[in-house]
């Protein structure tokens, strides 16, 4: 290769090396602003500031969801599998929103440690499938826990 | 067929609006961009036709309207490096 | 090797293939995409959890895979013109831009759109999205750098330059959905396991982007042919093109 493309190629190279070591410094400092929600382990150790504005994400924690008879209000448990935080909201909820469903919660923690939510959004995965076989997968674990559960029995 | 009927089709239980709102907007776009991007080469390549005696020792500009990077052309391009 | 390299930098070797390529791009990328784009919104069956609004994956994820392999293909483009000052890896980025600002804006645009019914917003200012909208302006600032410099010369190598520093954004747009908690979902293609839905959503889906990449390779030629016409028009060979024509007439 000639000497000036070489030199020129160099020059290119140390530039872009140079521009992703500042950018992944930046973005590493800044990783918690850049990260779009507290999940309940760092709620639970403290380290979401009370009366801020924050966002809080995790699962809806299964057989948690109160729904008040008379409102719109809902209580429900957000959960990371390690800690969980209980979220009130008022209002309507995403068609997404279901038990063992991720959703991203926006609001208030106050004092008690209670998530007061004004906007849920629901987080959905980025796995899809016909209806017939989300069936077929849920009849499967069903009957799964039914067989584990009577080998159990049988065991006693 | 996912849909019973074409009108189901359109509907999609609710979400037609969004859905067809989206591959609207992506078919109007990339027609714009493809018919748009034809038309100028071709409008480019009609400038370019004129016989090279007719032309005057300054270029006439191909039109503006439809070739507006055409600002800084006409340098002889030498690809001589070595 | 070096040899092909330097033929390939020849316009008027280019402008030949482009116009052999061509039409097999247009016509096998209209019949994949249409196939792909058919297929999914008629044939593939309807996600358990969001219904029929996912139906939208099939322009969303190949207009935004599409906006980044192009912003890599011009980065790349870019080290060309900065290191051999090739002239036709110039000609590819200037054509290749507006190519990549439609295509993200579509992806942005889509996004939105899906986002509304299964998430409950159109836009959150999460780590993915605004990195793709980082992107969005990437693409505008590189035309109207290059508008904005009379000079062939200068404005190539200061798009070049332009090209490369916003290339970190790629990795970022990439891998935000992995680093941060974000409100998008990971990728459902990755490149090591295989894909997290079944077969009959998938292979639509491929098509799709398969299709869309050789519109975009159509594009390209037409475009890149636009520009070279436009900076050889008084060259030899492009006033031979039309002398050979119009003897054939």
Redesign the interface.
Known sequence: M?PI?KK??TI?LF??AG??VA?GLT?YAL?QN????Y?PTQIAAGEAPADVRIRA?GMVEEGSVLRDTESLKVAFKVTDFTESVTVEYVGIL???FAEG?GI?AMGRLNSEGVFVAD?????????????????ALAKASESRDIAAEATKTLAN | MAFDSFGAFLAMEGHGPYVWASYGVFFVLMAVLMVGSYRRRNAVLQSCRQPAGSRSSRAPEPDSDTAPAAAASFTRVDVSQD | MWQFFHKLGSPKWFYGIAARLMPWLLVLGLLCLGAGLVWGLAFAPKDYLQGNSYRIIFIHVPSAFLAQSVYIMMASAAVVTLVWRMKLADVFVKAAAPVGLVLTFISLFTGAVWGKPTWGTWWIWDARLTSMLILLFLYGGVIALDRAINDEKSAARAVAILVLVGVVNIPIIKYSVDWWNTLHQPATFKLTEKPSMPAEMWVPLLLSVIGLYLLFGWLACLRMQTEILIREQRTRWVQDLFHVNGGAR
């Open positions: 000639h493309r020129r190629l290119v530039l872009l521009l992703a950018v973005t990783r850049i990260n779009l929600f999940d994400g995403p068609d997404l469903q991203v906007q849920v959004l629901a987080k959905h995965d980025e796995n899809y499938m016909p209806p017939e076989v989300a069936d």
